[in-house]
């Protein structure tokens, strides 16, 4: 009986002791729990921690909208941009949103939206770029009050801006028109180069001129079909279109080397009956560079008389 009651006081005290030890474990854990609240509180009070803490979201922000900008790029050049960049902006938003699902989960609702405001920004920026904000349709110049503008269809497939100075009164008719290639190549004839084709035909030349496909007040072409070859098939079919016979053509800058291209085709005799080559190529381009002998200041007296 004794030590019946001796075993049953010990387990008591057992039982008891455990329960004493639970009590003071749990209020240790709210004392801890209490005094880590209690320090972030005081932690969270520190400007200097809440900049910080500030500072590194913002950061985290922008690479985010950096990195999904350049994302944004890259869609862009692996699409070619199809359908205005529409295509690229779709994949780069969803991405986003992705993303920004992924760190909402066990936020609170306000919170919620944090993460969403990074893929926001880049939305807005991004879809500038697809949506025009500049006319698209084409604008030609206004009218020259002092030569009809001509359109010529070429057989090229062209449509080119014509200008014809037919020779004046007082000069030395010439029997061979003369055809001018202007400069450029995609823009349009200058005003001061239509006063040097009314001073040639005031010199007796039957002057004829007309602007490159995609210049001035000619149509434009498909990008791809851009081309010194297709500017060389142009002067063949504008030559062809005139029908007077091989004829006299002056080709500036550009214009000169889509002549001396022409040159080089072995029909060229049948429709150039003499060449007139000035400054070819870009004057202040990668020849400006060059030391040394520049050349002659000026052809004049190396030509024969025409």
């Known amino acids: 009986m004794a030590d019946s009651t001796r075993r049953s006081f010990t387990v008591s005290s057992f039982v008891l002791g455990l329960a004493t030890v639970t009590s003071l474990a749990n209020s240790a854990n709210v004392v801890l729990k209490l005094s880590f609240e209690t320090r972030a509180r005081s932690l969270m009070a520190n400007p200097f921690v809440r900049s910080a803490r500030f500072l590194g979201r913002l950061v985290?922000?922008?690479?985010?909208?950096?990195?999904?900008?350049?994302?944004?790029?890259?869609?862009?050049?692996?699409?070619?941009?199809?359908?205005?960049?529409?295509?690229?902006?779709?994949?780069?938003?969803?991405?986003?949103?992705?993303?920004?699902?992924r760190r909402v989960r066990g936020r609170a609702w306000p919170r919620k939206l944090v993460p969403l405001l990074p893929v926001v920004v880049v939305a807005a920026l991004t879809a500038s770029v697809c949506i025009p904000d500049a006319p698209t349709d084409r604008r030609y110049p206004p009218s020259l009050p002092f030569v009809a503008t001509q359109q010529w269809s070429l057989a090229t497939g062209s449509r080119v801006a014509v200008y014809h100075y037919p020779p004046g009164p007082e000069g030395t008719r010439h029997a061979t028109p003369l055809v001018y290639l202007h400069g450029g190549p995609v823009r349009g004839i200058s005003v001061l180069d239509h006063q040097f084709l009314q001073l040639l035909?005031?010199?007796?030349?039957?002057?004829?001129?007309?602007?490159?496909?995609?210049?001035?007040?000619?149509?434009?072409?498909?990008?791809?079909?851009?081309?010194?070859?297709?500017?060389?098939?142009?002067?063949?079919?504008?030559?062809?279109?005139?029908?007077?016979?091989?004829?006299?053509?002056?080709?500036?800058?550009?214009?000169a080397v889509v002549l001396t291209r022409e040159l080089a085709e072995p029909n060229a005799a049948t429709r150039v009956h003499r060449a007139i080559?000035?400054?070819?190529?870009?004057?202040?381009?990668?020849?400006?560079?060059?030391?040394?002998?520049?050349?002659?200041?000026?052809?004049?007296?190396?030509?024969?008389?025409?």
């Open 277 to 306: 080559i000035a400054e070819p190529g870009p004057m202040d381009g990668p020849t400006a560079g060059i030391a040394g002998q520049q050349g002659r200041p000026s052809a004049r007296g190396l030509a024969p008389p025409m």
């Open 60 to 101: 985290l922000a922008l690479a985010a909208v950096a990195g999904l900008a350049a994302l944004f790029l890259v869609l862009i050049v692996l699409t070619d941009g199809a359908a205005s960049g529409i295509a690229a902006w779709l994949v780069t938003v969803a991405a986003g949103v992705a993303v920004a699902i």
């Open 201 to 255: 035909a005031g010199k007796g030349y039957d002057v004829y001129a007309f602007e490159h496909a995609g210049g001035g007040r000619s149509e434009l072409l498909p990008m791809e079909e851009y081309g010194i070859s297709r500017s060389v098939r142009d002067l063949e079919a504008f030559i062809d279109h005139l029908d007077k016979g091989p004829v006299d053509v002056l080709g500036f800058s550009s214009g």
